[in-house]
Nanobody, 121 residues
Framework: VQLQASGGGLVQAGGSLRLSCAAS????????MGWFRQAPGKEREFVAG????????YYADFVKGRFIISRDNAKNTVYLQMNSLKPEDTAVYYC???????????????WGQGTQVTSPA
């Protein structure tokens, strides 16, 4: 499966941004999906995941209550709605696909290119 992330940009702290990740090549609805991020000088970290149906979602503690992951299987797209952005959210955000369908943070097989999110203080 091929993944194409988009929607990154510059937004002031406290603002909102929505990332999208379009999938192609395989049956999207079979895959769990997730978002990861990597800030300069830091390791990549899990942000959020969603199972194949959208019925289960998972979040890192540092985004709970601020970010929402969702998917539209008819459009082969997964989204990450980011609210109340903080400077520490600045990073390159990556989407990923999990062929098991679970979308938990330990089971991703395919990766898209990143999209930069910058939220200055």
């Amino acid at each position: 499966v091929q993944l194409q992330a988009s929607g990154g940009g510059l937004v002031q702290a406290g603002g909102s941004l929505r990332l999208s990740c379009a999938a192609s090549g395989r049956t999207f609805s079979n895959y769990g999906m997730g978002w990861f991020r990597q800030a300069p000088g830091k390791e990549r970290e899990f942000v959020a995941g969603i199972n194949w149906s959208g019925g289960l979602t998972y979040y890192a503690d540092f985004v709970k209550g601020r970010f929402i992951i969702s998917r539209d299987n008819a459009k082969n797209t997964v989204y990450l709605q980011m609210n109340s952005l903080k400077p520490e959210d600045t990073a390159v955000y990556y989407c990923a696909a999990d062929r098991t369908g679970r979308g938990t943070k330990v089971s991703f097989d395919y990766w898209g290119q990143g999209t930069q999110v910058t939220s200055p203080a």
